[in-house]
């Protein structure tokens, strides 16, 4: 009879294990998905697995992708590490989008290109501002941010609706709920010509080592961790948890709105109901596979990239739901929870 046990000590080898064993799974029943589902398993793999790598434009494409990933996810991973359940990125990302998508509506082909600079920065502080309202409501009436921050998202995707349906809307879109085309003086410059590939991944790439020496190299990221992991030592050192929890909601509101202003100006170039592809709830995802670490973040994130290239091609090629990129997604974190069960606990065999 097998029996699970308590380990004396979290097992590191199996941490590290336990990602890797999720995808092997998630593989593995995506194949026999595909296989119910009267599609060929190498095939519909290969969609999620090879095509994404082909070639530059490909590569191109999976960048992009992992962009808004990485940005919300190192938000993220910081929140969870300090203890600060944060699961509203996605509303921060879409208020990152508005605010830059609000002003570059403003902005004519006659502008100079370093409007990008405010745009994105705009972007930023509305992300911020989401963030800091969950921040306000926990400080000043201990509410939960789980739930305000859950809220919030809703709040967000509802704000976004009235601004595309109404004031915002393009007079000349033939009734869609869009506005209209961003001038060219506020399109990002391109990192690869001829693909969509543009400054924002060498932003997220350039944010990880930012956030690694942060965390690692830092009083206030020493604080943030210690606070996560050891309260009562915080206490006792005399951090403060209030400074932590605005310090980290602020900072992966910023991350999640520059997210939103990069997808807003970049491959979109104009501002729908759709701006977002669940990149904020996918981050949360992201933040768990990547072992709230920096590094494992830009990993995890090209994985779900990859996922989401995948899901498209399989609806193109093969006729399925678009679902099938949430189906991956989720098998992938009910693997990775099962999994992480062995860090803690070990088989034994009991007669």
């Known amino acids: 009879m097998l029996r699970l046990e308590a380990r004396a000590a979290p097992s590191r080898a199996m941490a590290l294990l336990a990602p890797l064993a999720a995808l092997l799974a998630t593989v593995v029943c995506g194949a026999a ?8 398993p190498w095939q519909g793999l290969a969609l999620f697995f090879v095509e994404p790598l082909r070639g530059v434009y490909g590569l191109a494409e999976l960048g992009l992708k992992a962009t808004p990933l990485i940005l919300c996810g190192l938000g993220l991973a910081a929140c969870y590490r300090a203890n600060v359940w944060n699961i509203g990125a996605e509303g ?24 990008v600079l405010p745009l994105l920065g705009a972007g930023a502080l509305g992300g911020m501002a989401w963030a800091g309202l969950v921040a306000w409501l926990r400080d000043r009436f201990h509410a939960n941010e789980i739930l305000t ?19 915002w809307k393009d007079p000349q879109g033939y009734n869609f709920p869009q506005t209209a085309l961003f001038s060219a003086s506020t399109e990002l410059p391109k990192l690869i010509p001829g693909t969509r590939l543009d ?61 939103g202003a990069f997808e807003a100006l970049g491959p979109l170039g104009q501002l729908t109901p759709q701006v977002s592809q669940g990149y904020g709830f996918s981050a949360i995802i992201v933040a768990f596979v990547g072992r709230l670490q920096p590094l494992g973040v830009v ?18 090629r093969l006729g399925l739901p678009d679902a099938m990129t949430g189906v991956f997604q989720g098998l992938l974190l009910l693997f990775l929870l099962a999994a992480d069960v062995l860090v803690t606990h070990r088989v034994r065999r009991h007669a």
Do not use: C
């Not at 206030?220 to 909601?249: I, K």
């Open 149 to 167: 921050s859950l809220m919030l998202v809703y709040v967000a995707q509802n704000l976004l609706d009235y601004l595309v349906y109404g004031p």
């Open 299 to 316: 990993l995890a994130a090209v994985l779900m990239a990859m996922f989401y290239i995948g899901g498209e091609l399989a609806q193109s």
């Open 92 to 115: 921060q990302f879409l208020l990152g989008a508005i605010a830059a998508g609000g002003l570059a509506l403003h902005a004519g082909d006659a502008t100079t290109r370093w409007v």
């Open 33 to 40: 998905l595909f296989a119910l589902l009267g599609k060929s």
């Open 199 to 259: 400054i924002g991944f060498a932003v997220a790439l350039l944010a990880v080592p930012a956030m690694a020496v942060f965390l690692r190299r830092t009083l206030p990221g020493f604080r943030l961790l210690v606070g996560g992991q050891a309260p009562a030592a915080a206490r006792y050192a005399g951090f403060s948890a209030r400074a932590s929890l605005w310090t980290v909601l602020l900072l992966s509101g910023a991350l999640s709105g520059l997210a």
